[in-house]
């Protein structure tokens, strides 16, 4: 491969790569483990997709195989810690809505997180739910005033604003396996 097709793997293995040390210079990898799994994933898989495709010729299927497995890490960690949030929030409470915190993602939708006041224990807590929601659920948190919210023993800080496995995560999954199943495939087709 020629510098100029490299150039976008090496810029996303210098992103990942300075995320990564970013969060662990903050000393933040510890508050969710499994999402800064996927970021290690992510920076490892990306610099070896580098380095196969700048260091050894003819590594084509290699690289691509790496990229697949990569990618099928990412949408796995974060299918694992949906399913983790699942299951650690389980302790329902009554809580206020205080509104919802706005993040735009790339000029294609923008991700709802509500943020909530509670009380739980004799300790009262605000903060933005771990799960984002659509629109029309933030409208009708806004308009219903209080709803129940389900919090992790452990951490009371998180929590989430519905039981249930949603659309999303289901899809997260599917891509997980299909970019398993999509490594595989190149493997194979030797």
């Not at 195989?65 to 990618?71: W, Y």
């Not at 004799?122 to 933005?128: A, K, L, Q, S």
């Amino acid at each position: 491969m020629g510098m100029g097709q490299l150039l976008p793997l090496f810029l996303i293995a210098l992103f990942f790569d300075a995320v990564t040390v970013a969060v662990v210079r903050q000393g933040n990898q510890g508050s969710s483990p499994i999402v800064f799994a996927s970021l290690v994933a992510m920076s490892v898989g990306s610099t070896a997709s580098f380095l196969l495709a700048a260091l050894l010729p003819g590594s084509d299927r290699l690289v691509a195989v790496t990229v697949a497995a990569t990618l099928g890490t990412l949408f796995g960690c974060v299918t694992a810690n949906d399913l983790r949030a699942l299951f650690a929030c389980r302790t329902k409470v009554e809580a206020t809505y205080r509104g919802c915190e706005d993040v735009p993602t790339a000029h294609v939708t923008t991700l709802h997180y509500p943020v909530f006041s509670y009380e739980h224990r004799g300790r009262h807590y605000r903060g933005r739910s771990i799960q984002s929601v659509s629109g029309r659920r933030a409208r009708e948190m806004s308009a219903s005033g209080t709803c129940p919210i389900y919090l992790d023993q452990r951490r009371p800080t998180t929590f989430i604003t519905r039981r249930g496995v949603g659309v999303m995560t289901i899809i997260e999954l599917l891509c997980a396996l299909g970019c398993f199943a999509a490594a595989v495939w190149i493997l194979a087709s030797s």
